[in-house]
């Protein structure tokens, strides 16, 4: 029977997880880089399947899910946040026909940019995106580093801050507008309703300088500044309140080009987990003013 693609049921989510990280970590051991995934609950693909069911595609095989694609729009962004075929099943054009299911999707929301991330050292993923017309245009490392090593702040005057709630989404989004050209409210709901997060918003002379959330798990991201040089001051604010939750280590998403940063990222001996690349059809977005949450969130 010829592989089928149809759109992903809620009650599947979950097994396409697993499907998606079987294929990372093929992936990721092949390249040397270890075993680097493991299934964390759907939460953000259920929240987008609610939100528009058109972005979520999976390809079956005589009843077994062999593929998936997930993609979100906001404004005039349309991004690929998931696209993985089972390691069996790779390279027999699969990847190819999910990929124009997703691309349809883009055209439907009316999508003037379309973006996504993926590993630097994936030659398959990164030649299927050129050919579609999305070239590699910024790194991005994925960067850990020992809780003990933020502690203590490298800033002389750490900024005030307070946490996020419901009635700064407006201040939110016209951050976003500025950072990335688009409005992400949808996502600082998302992001807002999850327990496991919690949202910040930092201040510098009484003016709002940037926001950064920080999950349990020790991870930083997203942060958005209104200006670039408040972005090592907001980072590192961000680290210091990461690294007082219980996680014995800390994480973020680092663009090649926010050398504050990077920066920051390297004074507490942070290290490069793996490397990755943002490829969009054209360029946008100030980079050294937005650090992506993860490859699928952004
Ligand atoms: C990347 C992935 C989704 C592609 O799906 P797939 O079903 O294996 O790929 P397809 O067979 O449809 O097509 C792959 C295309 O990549 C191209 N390609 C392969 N190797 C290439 C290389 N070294 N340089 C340039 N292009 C290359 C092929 O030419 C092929 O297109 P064509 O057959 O039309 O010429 C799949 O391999 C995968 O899941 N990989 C692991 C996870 C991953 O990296 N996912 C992307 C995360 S965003």
Not at 99 to 124: C, M, Y
Not at 231 to 255: H, K, N, Y
Not at 284 to 298: E, I, K
């Amino acid at each position: 029977m010829p592989v089928t693609v149809r759109p992903t049921r809620a009650e599947e989510l979950q097994d396409v997880q697993k499907l998606i990280v079987g294929s990372i970590n093929d992936l990721t051991e092949r390249h040397g880089f270890g075993v680097m995934a493991s299934v964390r609950p759907a939460s953000f693909q259920l929240f987008s399947l609610r939100d528009d069911p058109r972005g979520l595609w999976v390809a079956e095989d005589d009843g077994e899910i062999v593929g998936a694609a997930f993609s979100w729009a906001c404004d005039e962004l349309w991004f690929l946040a998931e696209l993985f075929i089972a390691p069996h099943m790779q390279g027999s054009g699969i990847g190819r026909e999910l990929l124009g299911r997703a691309l349809s999707h883009a055209e439907k929301t009316g999508a003037q940019r379309k973006a996504l991330i993926t590993f630097a050292f994936n030659t398959v993923s990164q030649g299927l995106y050129i050919r579609h017309g999305m070239f590699p245009r910024l790194p991005i490392y994925m960067m850990s580093g020992d809780r003990d090593e933020f502690l203590v702040t490298n800033v002389e005057a750490p900024l005030a801050y307070r946490p996020i709630g419901p009635e700064d989404l407006a201040a939110l989004a016209t951050l976003d507008r500025s950072a990335l050209g688009i409005s992400r409210e949808k996502h600082h709901r998302y992001l807002l309703a999850d327990p496991a997060v919690k949202g910040f918003l930092f201040y510098e002379g009484g003016d709002i300088a940037g926001y950064a959330y920080v999950a349990s798990t020790g991870h930083v991201g997203p942060v958005a500044v209104e200006h670039q040089d408040s972005m090592g001051r907001v980072f590192d604010a961000a680290l210091t309140i990461a690294a007082q939750e219980s996680s014995t280590l800390i994480s973020a998403f680092l663009p090649g080009s926010c050398e504050a940063a990077l920066e920051i990222a390297a004074r507490h001996r942070m290290r490069i987990t793996y490397p990755m690349v943002l490829l969009s059809d054209r360029e946008f977005g100030d980079w050294q003013r937005y650090l992506p949450r993860n490859p699928g969130f952004m």
